[in-house]
């Protein structure tokens, strides 16, 4: 802004001095932005110097570059920046000036901007009063400029060495998740019901690309993580032998189903109810509670097995499945396979009538007369 450098004029549109040095500290930071599916956000950095004796635009490459790392921009590398002057004797003698001043840069014979990482150059903008440089003079002015940025960036790191590791928690989200492309009308549902009542339940805006990328916009990140949440509830598989927190949606006699995934629900069998022995399923759990259970076996027919019992006494899912299916029943069933289990022997029915196909047909019968000699 024109106070920066003591103007007294009317804040207008930018001039040619702010689109001049925006274009300069602009250049120097987008070789370390991240890529877009790295950090799909729209970054705006506005630097403002409230007073100024130097270069203001090598002053907001370094201050951008502190803001970039506070606010979590995951940036390649930190950058800095110095302006180089020089001042030419009549005699042809020269002396290369580090950090000018700004009677350094009107009196001086070159403005020499440097930008740049640890490893190396990003920007460079030269501005000089005399005819040229010599290439002894340009290897002066960069090796001065970079013991300069080196120095800068040291006490630049001092302040904040990396980028944290996560945005605000107030800051806007934009997350980006792949799905199978097979799921994608899972989670649009009948008439766009699904993603529907996401948006509604977390406020947030989802996109979705025909190859399964999922676009989610939300104004915060805790309504990002919800609605990823319940996305990759729709679109999960389960996997035997995961441990999930379900939801108790039926009681049945022989057992309880309950909810892992949303629209997914799997039988925990009374014997896998807990490590004792339950009498009553309404004994250990009840509608509507939230209990761990481990995914033992998915049948040919995609019907859920589920055991909180192997979850309370840390065992597998084989163990699980053997408890349940005892082999000794299955060997009593083999080797009596008629045996009525204690309701005694069946009785002997009449015998049946044989049946002939090839048996012709009964000759009709006469009606019955009537008593009175009277047609019926």
Known sequence: PPFSTGEARPLRGPGRREIGHGALAERALLPVLPEEDVFPYTIRLVSEALSSNGSTSMASVCGSTLALMDAGVPIKAPVAGIAMGLIIGGDGAYTVLTDIQGIEDALGDMDFKVAGTADGITALQMDIKVKGVTPEIMDKALAQAKEARLFILQKMLAAIDKARPELSPYAPRITRIKINPE?????????????????????????????????????????????????????????????????????????????????????????????????????????????????????????????????????GPEQARVERRPAGRVERAMAIPHERRGLGERRPGPPRRPFTPSREPEPPREPPKHPFGRKW
Request: charged share 30%; proline share 1%; aromatic share 4%.
């Open 183 to 315: 799921k994608i009308g899972t989670v649009i549902g009948p008439g766009g019901k699904m993603i529907r009542s996401i948006q509604e339940e977390t406020k947030a805006e989802v996109e979705i690309e025909d190859d399964g990328t999922v676009i989610i916009a939300a104004v915060d990140g805790a309504a990002a993580e919800k609605a990823v949440a319940m996305i990759r509830a729709l679109t999960e598989e389960v996997e035997i032998g995961k441990i999930y927190l379900g939801k108790v949606k039926r009681l049945m006699d022989f057992g309880a189903f309950v909810e892992v995934l949303t629209g997914k629900e799997g039988l925990v069998h009374i014997s896998q109810l807990a490590d004792y022995r339950v009498a009553r399923v309404e004994d250990a759990v009840k509608v509507g509670d939230e209990i761990m259970v481990m995914v033992t076996e998915i049948d040919s027919q995609g019907r859920i097995n589920l055991s909180r019992k192997a979850v309370l006494e840390g065992t």
